[in-house]
């Protein structure tokens, strides 16, 4: 149904900011709440933050609070992760989600998945 192509990642030192990129396929993007998703090497996926399909609504990890911002362009078939003071501890692959139901901080419960894109932080 929804397609996800993440774009954006790269090498970047602490302290440095990197914007991520998620294009969606379809004409029906904007019935979608959107998420990003991060998974380290030999970590669990974990939780970034998430947007809902209705403006302004956003959820965020305790651990990106205050550094990340995620924002959606449905014009565009698109959602953003702006990346602003970027911690060591920021490095993993970044994934791009969408589900027809209200945001959810469990990656199980998250329908479609991009492939990743990586993020590596060096200080």
């Known amino acids: 149904q929804v397609q996800l192509i993440e774009s954006g990642g790269g090498l970047a030192q602490a302290g440095d900011s990197l914007r991520l990129s998620c294009v969606a396929s379809?004409?029906?993007?904007?019935?979608?709440?959107m998420a990003w998703f991060r998974q380290a090497r030999g970590k669990e996926r974990e939780f970034v933050a998430a947007i809902t399909w209705t403006s302004g609504g956003t959820f965020y990890a305790d651990s990106v609070k205050g550094r990340f911002t995620i924002s959606r362009d449905n014009s565009k078939n698109t959602v953003y992760l702006q990346m602003n003071s970027l911690k060591f501890e920021d490095t993993a692959v970044y994934y791009c989600?969408?589900?027809?139901?209200?945001?959810?901080?469990?990656?199980?419960?998250?329908?479609?998945w991009g492939q990743g894109t990586q993020v590596t932080v060096y200080s």
């Open positions: 379809g004409r029906t993007f904007s019935d979608y709440s």
């Open positions: 989600a969408a589900d027809r139901t209200w945001p959810k901080m469990t990656a199980t419960e998250w329908q479609f």
